[in-house]
């Protein structure tokens, strides 16, 4: 039997990283759905009370952003190499995300901002291992 790489993460059994990409998946299409069909009512949720024209377009191209990573994830499920990239692309656009509410931080939107870091630090950090456990 070959000793285990210490650099390479212990491997997790399939079941746990398909839930996982599931969960993601049918989470970002439920948001993806609110910012498209209820876009003042999502961003009072997540933490601007005032949206006006301007952040309710912006809403929905994310919601449209979201609702094609989460079917493209949805339908990766059963194809690790397909499963993978997209929780690389999950992971991208998370992070991405993290970084934009980071630079809101002191600015009129902080509890939005906190809020948006909060859960976007996590769900980039859950794709990346998701992706790691799928493959080098």
């Known amino acids: 039997m070959e000793p ?3 650099r390479r993460p212990t491997a997790v059994p399939g079941a746990v990283v398909r839930a996982l990409s599931a969960g993601n998946g049918a989470g970002r299409i439920a948001l993806g759905l609110g910012l498209m069909v209820a876009p003042e009512r999502a961003l009072e949720v997540l933490g601007f009370p005032d949206a006006g024209p301007g952040a309710v377009v912006i809403s929905r191209i994310a919601g449209v952003r979201d609702i094609v990573l989460g079917v493209n994830t949805i339908l990766a499920l059963n194809d690790p190499v397909r499963l993978r990239a997209a929780s690389l692309a999950n992971a991208g656009a998370d992070a991405g995300d993290a970084l934009t509410f980071s630079l ?30 799928l493959g080098a």
């Open 104 to 133: 809101a931080l002191g600015g009129d939107s902080h509890a939005a901002a906190k809020r948006g870091v909060a859960a976007a630090v996590p769900a980039a950090l859950a794709s990346i291992w998701a992706a790691r456990r």
């Open 4 to 6: 285990a790489d210490p």
